[in-house]
């Protein structure tokens, strides 16, 4: 089977599609026929080497995938060959078949397309548990997402404004952006690239700040989003895309009665698999019902996997970036 390998750190190049024998699943794994696997920024970053304890090469890339269970193990009795899945790997996810924890596979549910369902370990579900799990998001709030237009904004966006009676504001730094997170439901938005956050939301709530930010940029957008937090408010902070790690000095948080809670998808998993897995059925479940729309930016051929990462730190995506074996 086709799949890609990292061989070293280093820029897109570094991909390459290679011929390797097909994994075969322990008694406790479930064997998937990829038809799509997700393209996140956490990807790019581990190929780069910039990923705080990522892999070391050589290591195959991908870690979240849909398709069709093609063999299960002696011990598996939740799934069986032919259904429809999608998967939270480990590694390994840029391929054509790859082997998984039942416990990180969900079935896909009936009307809801694969290449839909590929978006949802990874950026779907730390949507949800940012807005909800961790950031505790309640109906009369405000929430600032920040790169709103990417694939966890995008969803985020969504998310806010149909599961909750809550005041959504998307942050993005094109103008073409900011009317693709209008169209998702969101009721204001920022331009977070030429303006100060603070000042921003300032305006757009009259004074009265937001009460939950999700961040995913760090730098100065993280900075900034503190000044605009209302009293109480919070920050979830998620990820690190800008580069820059922002520093926190605790007399702003102290006077401000705010708090800054971090996320990590993989570490959670590990030490709190019912928090986070369980955002797995209010998502499929809104996307199954047409509450909300994974919105698929670009798929790209297996064999252009440098492609995509290239669209990726291009940062002008808009939604979810796929490969497609």
């Known amino acids: 089977m086709r799949a890609v390998q990292v061989t070293e750190h280093g820029d897109s190049s570094v991909l390459t599609v290679v011929e390797r024998s097909r994994p075969d699943p322990s008694p406790e794994q479930v064997r998937i026929d990829v038809d799509a696997a997700g393209v996140n920024f956490a990807d790019v970053a581990k190929r780069r080497g910039t990923y705080f304890g ?28 032919g259904e429809r899945v999608t998967a939270y790997v480990l590694r390994g996810g840029y391929a054509e078949a790859v082997v998984a924890d039942p416990a990180r596979v ?66 993005a730094s094109t103008a073409e952006k900011r009317s693709f997170v209008a169209e998702l439901g969101a009721d204001g938005t920022i331009d977070y690239a ?27 957008a993280f900075e900034e989003s503190l000044d605009a937090l209302a009293p109480g408010g919070r920050i979830v902070t998620y990820g690190l895309a800008s580069g820059d790690v922002p520093r926190v000095s605790t007399p702003r948080l102290i006077f401000g009665n705010h708090s800054v809670r971090g996320y990590h998808l993989g570490e959670a998993a590990d030490r709190e698999p019912d928090r986070v897995f369980g955002a797995f059925a209010p998502v499929l479940s809104a996307l199954s019902a047409g509450e909300v729309a994974v919105q698929v930016d670009r798929a790209f051929d297996l064999a252009d996997a440098a492609a995509a990462h290239e669209h990726v730190e291009s940062r002008q995506t808009q939604g979810k970036v796929l490969l497609e074996p």
């Open 54 to 81: 990522g892999p070391s090469p050589p290591y195959a890339p991908g870690i979240e995938v849909a398709g069709r269970v093609d063999a299960v193990g002696d011990a598996v009795e939740a799934f069986a060959p």
């Open 106 to 171: 969900r079935h896909v549910p009936d009307g809801l397309s694969l290449r839909a369902a590929a978006a949802v370990p990874i950026q779907w579900l730390t949507a949800h548990n940012a807005l909800f799990e961790w950031g505790g998001l309640d109906a009369g709030e405000t929430v600032l997402a920040l790169a709103a237009a990417g694939g966890v904004g995008s969803a985020a966006v969504q998310l806010a404004a149909t599961q909750t009676d809550a005041t959504v504001l998307g942050a």
């Open 194 to 220: 030429d303006r100060d956050v603070a000042e921003a939301v300032e305006e757009a709530t009259d004074g009265a700040g937001v009460d939950l930010v999700l961040d995913g940029v760090g730098g100065d």
